[in-house]
């Protein structure tokens, strides 16, 4: 009972953050035919997405200093909504340095939607010419997916050690979400409360707050199938694999049931993976100005990209109802952020 309701909980949030990415890795899959410039235009157009999910991987570790007594622990499941800057919900497409066999259609239309952007940004439309300089074909880029932010969740469990360590893990297992694709996590936290560490049972008589460092790092992976109707390979797909580590100097003050903290930190992302199989290319030796001539590709876009590197500082507090766990933050960093969640834990 209790796995089926965990199942019925991942399927819930991975259901609200992948249906629109897998439409628009739907769309990044028709980029295939673009040869090497399709790598370039896939990590612009998917890159709200990256950040969005790396800043979710490294939030909601912890929402107080104090870290849990020996053997105490408590399991939560909460959810991060990473905000999309409007910066972000376009890209420039004379920016990316794409190869001379491709151009602008309108030269005055340089920007085109990222997956976050809104309906109403009109995609850009390029002209493929072969190696003489004709066209043989021209392409629209994906159009956004009306996304202003970003979700992921966090499931995790947190068990005391001794000496004011606690550590935490975060799992889901292989799940298939029917034809929104397949996801699976892993990582794990440690956070060191320093006041015992150093002064032992004296450390609440030293200062009248709680002061602890925290590490966490997270992966989240990704697949979904692809069908562009060309039969060439029955095992087209997209795979991604969203990294995040998060170092953090945590600061809470116990008020009654209610502990406020403040957190200053560092956290880095990066996502791996590309479009796999085999796709149809346009051939720009073969082609003529009457018509693409296209030939075969394997692996055609490849994601191997650092999402972001820099600063955080978080603000939020947790509540504590008996058992019951009230979690909720915001984060200022690369992209803003709020995080909230509940929780069950025995014993402080």
Do not use: C
């Not at 340089?110 to 002209?127: C, D, N, Y």
């Not at 029917?178 to 990582?187: A, L, P, Q, V």
């Amino acid at each position: 009972m209790k796995k089926n309701r965990f199942i019925k909980i991942t399927l819930l949030f991975s259901s609200v953050i992948f249906s629109p990415a897998a439409f628009a890795q739907d769309g990044v899959a028709e980029l295939a035919q673009l040869g090497p410039d399709a790598t370039k235009l896939a990590n612009a157009y998917l890159s709200p997405i990256f950040k969005g999910l790396g800043i979710g991987l490294n939030s909601g570790w912890a929402n107080t200093a104090h870290s849990k007594n020996l053997g105490r622990f408590d399991i939560r499941i909460g959810v991060t909504g990473a905000l999309v800057p409007g910066k972000d919900k376009t890209f420039d497409v004379s920016a990316l340095g794409l190869s001379n066999r491709l151009e602008l259609a309108d030269p005055n239309k340089t920007l085109s939607p990222t997956v976050a952007a809104g309906k109403g940004v009109v995609p850009t439309e390029l002209i493929v010419n072969n190696n003489s300089g004709d066209e043989v074909d021209r392409v629209t880029l994906p159009k956004g997916t009306n996304l202003p932010l970003i979700p992921s969740p966090q499931i995790q469990a947190t068990v005391g050690l001794i000496k004011g360590i606690d550590v935490s893990l975060r799992a889901v297992p292989n799940i298939k979400l029917g034809n929104t694709g397949t996801i699976n996590m892993i990582g794990g936290g440690v956070k060191v409360e320093l006041l015992p560490l150093i002064a032992g049972k004296t450390a609440g008589k030293l200062l009248p707050f709680d002061l602890a460092v925290a590490l966490g790092y997270t992966q989240f992976s990704y697949e979904k199938q692809v069908d562009d109707k060309s039969g060439l390979d029955d095992n087209q797909r997209i795979e991604a694999k969203i990294s995040g580590v998060n170092v953090q100097t945590i600061l809470s003050k116990k008020l009654l049931v209610f502990t406020p903290f403040i957190a200053l930190g560092y956290n880095t992302s990066k996502t791996t993976g590309g479009l796999l199989g085999t796709y149809r290319v346009i051939n720009p030796t073969l082609s003529t100005g009457v018509a693409p001539v296209y030939t075969t590709a394997k692996d055609p876009v490849s994601l191997d990209k650092k999402n972001f590197s820099s600063f955080r500082s978080d603000i939020g507090f947790q509540l504590n109802l008996a058992v019951i766990r009230f979690y909720a933050s915001y984060s200022a960093s690369e992209y803003n952020s709020f995080n909230a969640g509940l929780g069950l834990g025995f014993g402080k």
